[in-house]
Nanobody, 124 residues
Framework: QVQLEESGGGLVQAGDSLSLSCAASGLTFRTYTMGWFRQAPGKEREFVAAISWGGNNTPYADSVKGRFTISRDNVKKTVYLQMNSLKPEDTAVYYC?????????????????WGQGTQVTVSS
């Protein structure tokens, strides 16, 4: 009955910003590491960012460092991804995920729960 539901995707132009949200239910949210992955057409799913349960550990993929910011609200049981200076190569379906692990988070198998994804399209 664990459910992760993403929202906030859409169509934007290069250089614009978007903020994604992921609402969690059915789990003790504050004990889980939360994260974001993305998958472009014909590409493998790739790690984007993660945030520890306390919010002090926030690894990012090199491709998004300095542009994306992950955050969480343990009261609202929601994780966010603020995306600035978007590029066409950011176009993908973005997935929210939850993990009991706190390391090796780039590996998809470390994540126990996944959302259905939200589409982000960045035009040139």
């Amino acid at each position: 009955q664990v459910q992760l539901e993403e929202s906030g995707g859409g169509l934007v132009q290069a250089g614009d910003s978007l903020s994604l949200s992921c609402a969690a239910s059915g789990l003790t949210f504050r004990t889980y590491t939360m994260g974001w992955f993305r998958q472009a057409p014909g590409k493998e799913r790739e790690f984007v960012a993660a945030i520890s349960w306390g919010g002090n550990n926030t690894p990012y993929a090199d491709s998004v460092k300095g542009r994306f910011t992950i955050s969480r609200d343990n009261v609202k049981k929601t994780v966010y991804l603020q995306m600035n200076s978007l590029k066409p190569e950011d176009t993908a379906v973005y997935y929210c995920a939850a993990s009991v692990a706190s390391y090796n988070l780039v590996v998809s198998g470390r994540w126990a729960y996944w959302g259905q994804g939200t589409q982000v399209t960045v035009s040139s």
